[in-house]
């Protein structure tokens, strides 16, 4: 990037901080993340910078094979590296349902979930349970998946005394959604749909939901406290970031931007090491430590849009979410 994006912020960091500076001198040791989308772009960044910060990484991937490739580079790089590989299609509700009861049975802690997956301005499709793909795909996947894993994540910062950290990767165009934020009555109107706006629908809800589950778990934590039921010291919390305009294969389904990108990328967007950096941040910096309901960028405080910072908008996106997962006949989420 350009010398312009050196700035740095209150955090010490700029645009142009890599992910592997952001948490330099950090031990992840005794630590177990979840990375969704880790087999390209800046997923893997992410998953090979936390690995080698001694995070126990579980890529959850489309592609198994993919996904193993990925994780034998990073062990060939990192030979000490604690990584392995799951599979998991975010738009498929039965496949996020199965993701995570194999997780949960695994037997493994949960620390970190990295809501990293996604899929940007594409063509009007249906997923398999008829939820159009950039909103079933963005938002539907990772919020049911953060709902079924998150006593996981409550039990293991209970248990390990550690703060757990719930991340969503949204992105700046979640200020250019469609004109009413989310249309709740038009989710699937294919006669409406635009392609950059439904993509900035779903990174909208993003942040919503990491902003509702923040608001959710704040509640919590003071009722228990007024119980006196948290002597085990429960932290979680859960933000979410934009990580800046990167050259990934996100813009496989434009072509004028993809022609862009090839072009002008390397002067004005982020490289991919730089693209993790706000990701690595949030997930295991000290300094994000009892930040909750945050959106960050370039590894700093951001600031969201009006829409984004809804909470009215935030709690009915919540009870949508939940009925659409039960409205498509699946075991119903409470």
């Not at 700029?14 to 390209?40: F, R, Y």
């Not at 039965?94 to 620390?111: E, I, T």
């Not at 969201?304 to 909470?311: K, M």
Request: charge should be positive; proline fraction near 2%.
């Amino acid at each position: 990037m350009w010398w312009f994006n050196n700035k740095k912020g209150p955090s010490g960091f700029s645009a142009s901080s890599t992910a592997e500076q952001v948490t330099e001198g950090i031990d992840g040791s005794g630590l177990t993340a979840i990375v969704t989308g880790a087999s390209s772009g800046i997923g893997f960044e992410t998953a090979r910078v936390l690995a080698l910060r001694g995070v126990h990484v579980v890529m959850a991937v489309r592609n198994l094979a993919s996904g193993k490739d990925v994780q034998g580079t990073i062990i060939k790089e990192n030979p000490s590296a604690k990584i392995n590989a799951m599979e998991l299609d975010v738009s498929s509700i039965a496949s996020v349902r199965k993701f995570a009861a194999d997780f949960n049975s695994s037997g493994l802690p949960l620390n970190i979930l990295i809501n990293n997956a996604g899929i940007m301005a594409t063509p009007f499709l249906l997923s398999k349970d008829n939820i159009e793909l950039q909103f079933a795909t963005n938002h539907i996947g990772h919020f049911l998946l953060t709902n079924l894993l998150l006593e996981n994540m409550k039990r293991t910062a209970q248990e390990h005394r550690r703060e757990g950290r719930i991340v969503n990767i949204s992105s700046r165009r979640h200020k250019f959604s469609y004109k009413e934020g989310i249309r709740f009555d038009k989710i699937n109107d294919q006669s409406g749909y635009n392609c950059l706006s439904a993509y900035g629908q779903s990174k909208l809800a993003n942040v919503l939901h990491a902003n509702e589950l923040a608001r959710r778990l704040k509640v919590e934590l003071l009722f228990m406290a007024k119980k006196q039921l948290n002597k085990e010291g429960l932290e979680l919390t859960a933000n979410s970031l934009h990580p800046g305009a990167i050259s990934t294969n996100l813009f496989r389904h434009h072509s004028l931007f993809g022609a862009l990108t090839g072009l002008l990328g390397k002067y004005f967007m982020k490289n991919i090491q730089q693209g993790a950096a706000t990701t690595c941040y949030v997930a295991l910096h000290p300094q994000v430590k009892g930040m909750n309901g945050y959106y960050f960028a370039d590894s700093n405080i951001a600031e969201a849009s009006a829409q984004a910072n809804d909470a009215n908008l935030a709690r009915k996106l919540w009870d949508f979410s939940l009925d659409l997962i039960n409205r498509c006949g699946h075991v119903p989420l409470l």
